[in-house]
């Protein structure tokens, strides 16, 4: 389970704000400029809702983008902020918040941002656990560039740049996280903002980087793509809303259910039964093992997301990354007497030119 000391220490490194703040504390004087109706006006002001939660000195939060329409999230919010480079907002955050421990540091990004030039970058974060927040607005297309397919659009997809249909099998940005070993992975919808400020609220709570990928709707050209998440009807069918510690259930009078399958160890969808019923799994967010999460982001039909999980898959414990080297440059100092990082960086071993 997530050490709440550690995580209290990390959030007590960030100075706390003099004064109660609100929701209207972290608008900027930016017009906002997306698309009428585009999803992210909602993440947007879902993050500036609950931002107040965490106490936190506006002046010691930041958003880093990278490159398309979410990457506009910076402009909007009252903090300090970075318009990056296309697919590099990780990498850029990972030296703001090894270097500037006293900061909060959240990367807003999307699908084709942060899964395509960015995926290298995006990946290694992960895997370092650098304590930083990752939003990952998956709208399944490139909308800043109008329209082409992206790294998580469907096979066949019929886009300006695939006129004939997408032969590109897409990725699951919450199966590439779990891969890369992330220790926190969440998935959520911009239209359910109960849902949505839950998840954020964890992800801001937990030490080390947390991955939230938020299904974002682009009204003009991918208009409806989460549409079977979204319908109050057809949700209860497609949709598994997660939470630690009950039982993985869902449907219509919760007569759905997950099981693990005996024979080939995957998991399969159940109508809930009195002989079944004790078979349905329990989901355990803080399992150490990222198996069963795996398998639960792999339920999902890439095409209809008929059986599409939400909620937090995995909330588990590592080792911080910039909390491992502040102790390596604690130790440096003491060993060496002073903080040298050339001499260190040199060593003993070094050359000497000549002639």
Same mark, same amino acid.
């Given at each position: ?15 706390? !704000? ?72 990780? !990498? ?84 590439? !996280?779990?891969?890369?070993? !992330? ?173």
């Amino acid at each position: 389970m997530p050490d709440t000391d550690t995580a209290n220490q990390l959030l007590n490194l960030v100075p706390k !704000a003099e004064a109660e703040q609100t929701m209207k504390d972290f608008k900027s004087d930016q017009e906002v400029r997306w698309c009428p109706g585009c999803g992210d006006y909602a993440v947007l002001a879902a993050v500036q809702g609950f931002m107040p939660e965490l106490g936190l000195a506006k002046e010691n939060i930041v958003f880093v983008s990278g490159i398309g329409c979410s990457s506009r999230f910076p402009y909007y919010m009252n903090t300090y902020g970075m318009h990056s480079i296309h697919g590099r907002a990780p !990498a850029i955050a990972t030296g703001l918040a090894t270097s500037r421990r006293d900061l909060s540091v959240w990367v807003v990004t999307g699908d084709g941002d942060a899964l395509s030039i960015g995926g290298n970058h995006l990946i290694h974060a992960l895997r370092r656990n650098v304590n930083l927040k990752i939003l990952l607005f998956n709208n399944r297309i490139y909308g800043l560039t109008k329209g082409q397919y992206s790294p998580t659009s469907e096979i066949g997809k019929i886009t300006k740049s695939t006129p004939m249909g997408s032969l590109d099998a897409p990725f699951n940005p919450v199966s590439l !996280a779990l891969g890369a070993e !992330a220790s926190f992975v969440a998935r959520t919808i911009d239209s359910d903002r109960k849902h949505l400020t839950g998840v954020l609220r964890a992800a801001a709570d937990h030490p080390g980087t947390a991955l939230v990928e938020i299904y974002q709707n682009c009204n003009i050209f991918n208009d409806g793509a989460f549409e079977a998440l979204k319908d109050k009807d057809r949700a209860q069918e497609a949709v598994i809303r997660l939470e630690h510690g009950r039982p993985i259930r869902f449907g219509t009078d919760n007569n759905q259910g997950v099981v693990r399958n005996p024979d080939t160890g995957d998991l399969d969808i159940v109508t809930v039964t009195p002989d079944n019923e004790n078979r349905i799994l329990v989901h355990d967010a803080h399992n150490p093992s990222p198996t069963t999460a795996f398998a639960l982001s792999r339920l999902a039909d890439p095409d209809t997301l008929h059986h599409t999980p939400i909620g937090i898959l995995r909330d588990v414990e590592r080792p911080v990354y910039d909390t491992l080297m502040a102790e390596q440059l604690d130790t440096a100092v003491e060993q060496q007497g002073k903080g040298d990082l050339g001499a260190l960086l040199a060593g003993n071993d070094n050359w000497t030119v000549v002639g």
